[in-house]
């Protein structure tokens, strides 16, 4: 695909991931994703020349939404995309970003939402941010920056989430939060419908919290195909004017 183009010089490249990756060979992406950006790289830096010569940066837009189902896959190549860290750049992939597009749900469109421009402007922020070093500009809304959690009594556990930047809140679709109570994190990400919703969940400055049953295993923010069908009705934005969301993420309850 990109053989005609190895000879030439270029700063970095932008992915916008097809959708059939949740059906197939699923839990191999965030090794393809890694070894795809890795022999991109090795190919220009051989055979043509890279703007920065030991960086070639990489910026991919989030799987967006199909419509309302509990399958996993979707969630799951999400995930994958960031190496499974749930945010870019990390350790593993040093020169990328990313938009998220969760919010951009097309019932006409169906899997290719017509809106282009809201994780386009996503991307350029994030962008900007990494392949250019303009700091001012975000590659990530709001993060978990400590998660913990807490048995209350035998029937309920804690979860307390302090998120790492101030974030605005609407819960009219969805407080976007879920739990599995299956055998381990891989039984509830095999097939559907293990996700549940959390009922309610508090806030108080940047901390959330929210009780669970005992016996859940695993935690997750956004774990739908299609967490909501507003336009930019996701639970949490950063309170800036850049307004980026947060991105889905998982985690294994540990006591």
């Given amino acids: 695909m990109i053989h005609p183009l190895v000879r030439s010089g270029i ?3 932008m992915w916008y991931q097809g959708e059939s990756n949740a ?7 965030q090794c393809a994703i890694k070894q795809l950006i890795s022999d991109w790289k090795m190919e220009f830096q051989h055979y043509g020349t890279l703007a920065d010569p030991d960086h070639m940066h990489f910026g991919f837009v989030q799987l967006s ?13 999400r995930w994958h995309q960031t190496a499974d860290y749930g945010y870019v750049p990390n350790e593993i992939m040093q020169d990328t970003f990313m938009a998220v597009s969760l919010d951009t749900y097309d019932e006409e469109n169906g899997i290719h939402p017509r809106n282009k421009q809201l994780p386009s402007k996503r991307l350029a922020s994030a962008g900007l941010n990494v392949a250019y070093k303009l700091k001012d500009w975000p590659t990530n809304g709001p993060l978990p920056e400590t998660i913990t959690f807490n048995k209350i009594d035998d029937d309920f556990v804690q979860v307390d989430i302090l998120l790492d930047q101030d974030f605005t809140w609407n819960d009219t679709e969805t407080n976007g939060f879920s739990y599995c109570n299956a055998v381990d994190l891989t039984s509830c990400n095999a097939k559907a419908a293990q996700w549940l919703k959390v009922a309610n969940v508090n806030l108080d400055g940047r901390a959330i ?3 669970v049953p005992a016996d859940t295993v695993g935690v997750a923010y956004l774990w739908e195909t299609t967490p909501v069908v507003q336009m930019e009705g996701l639970p949490i934005y950063a309170a800036d004017q850049f307004r980026l969301p947060a991105a889905p993420w998982i985690r294994k309850v540990e006591l």
């Fill in 209 to 211: 919290s929210m009780s």
């Fill in 65 to 77: 939404t199909i419509y309302q189902d509990q399958n996993p896959g979707t969630p799951m190549i």
């Fill in 11 to 13: 700063k970095g490249a």
């Fill in 23 to 29: 059906g197939w060979n699923r839990d191999k992406y």
